[in-house]
């Protein structure tokens, strides 16, 4: 992990007292880890008007001369947590990033207090394994959904991939597993239920491969020692890189998986991580 005071200048003073625009709030940056020079995770204070769904986004930002810079983040605190917490990449040159992995404890961050999102449990059919397939900071959404008491009602395994470049992407996400897994009340639920597979693409580890192919040659199965994936009982959950969630998404089809929405729920739902522009 990268220390805090090596990582460069602190963000820009912003104008505390300026209106802001409709439905946007300043919360308070509480904490910050930085885990690689391209991730880092910080978590601030929550108006306790602020409501969201575990898997759900919001426009999030920070004050600039003129007006708020905002970017859809996903939450990855849970639902009752009396903090937000937020999962970044650090874009080089990004208009936002670029001055937002600078955040220091005590600077103000911009919420707009209408989130949203597909990556609901709602969306999807009733089923008994569900799948969080992820690469990159794709795993934010699924922090949020894991640390819901609700998934492990909804389901009797809850199976989340994680697939990144390099072994540092991962330890965000097998941060939030390993916290999980000790809690004090979802603790015994999350060791029975939950369980954690991270592959890595660019150097070695012991699970190697991109998630569709670790799929379709049955590899993610058999390393887990589970029943091969996509059964009746299945439903699946991704987010991450649009060309994974593409090749997926056929993957799922050629299955005979449909995808779900608030009106119509299905066997996956699915949220892009980032939009290539
Ligand atoms: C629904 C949704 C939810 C999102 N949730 C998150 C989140 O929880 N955490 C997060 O870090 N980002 C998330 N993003 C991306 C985020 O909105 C911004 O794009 C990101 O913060 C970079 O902002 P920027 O202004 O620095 O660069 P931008 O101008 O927004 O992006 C520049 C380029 O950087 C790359 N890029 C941007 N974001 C990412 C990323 N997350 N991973 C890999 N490459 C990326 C893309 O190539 C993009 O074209 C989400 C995007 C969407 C659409
Ligand atoms: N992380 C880095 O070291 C790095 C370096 C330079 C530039 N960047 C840029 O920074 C941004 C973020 O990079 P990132 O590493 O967080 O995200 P990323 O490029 O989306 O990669 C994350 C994971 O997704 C995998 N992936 C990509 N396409 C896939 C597909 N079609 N099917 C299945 N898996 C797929 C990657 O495997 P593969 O490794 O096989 O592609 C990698 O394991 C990108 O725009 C990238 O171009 C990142």
Known sequence: MLDEAT???????????RPLGSGLRRETVLSITHYTDKLFSFRTTRAPSFRFQSGQFAMIGLETETRP?????????????????????????????????????GDTIIVNGKPTGTLLLSNLRPGKRLWLFATGTGFAPFASILRDPET??????????????????????TDVVTDLRRHEYLGE????????????????????????????TGKLTCDL????????ED???????????ADMKA????RGFTEGSSGAPGEF???KAFVEK
């Open 225 to 232: 020692g589970i029943a091969p994936f996509g059964g009746e």
């Open 152 to 173: 492990y009602d909804a389901f009797d395994q809850v199976i989340a991939v994680e697939g990144c470049r390099e072994v540092d992407e991962l330890q965000f996400a």
């Open 69 to 105: 810079l905002l970017r859809a983040y996903s939450m990855t605190s849970a639902v009752y947590d009396d903090h937000l917490e937020f999962f970044s990449i650090k874009v080089p040159n990004g208009p936002l990033t670029s001055r937002l992995q600078h955040i220091q404890v």
């Open 269 to 271: 739902v699915i949220e």
């Open 189 to 216: 639920t999350a060791t029975e239920k939950l369980l954690y597979y991270a592959t890595v693409t660019r150097e070695p580890f012991h699970h190697q491969g991109r998630i569709p192919d670790l799929i379709a």
């Open 7 to 17: 990582l460069g200048e602190p963000s820009t003073p912003v104008a505390a007292e």
């Open 251 to 254: 993957l799922l089809q050629a």
């Open 235 to 245: 439903r699946v959950m991704m987010c991450g890189n649009p060309n994974m969630l």
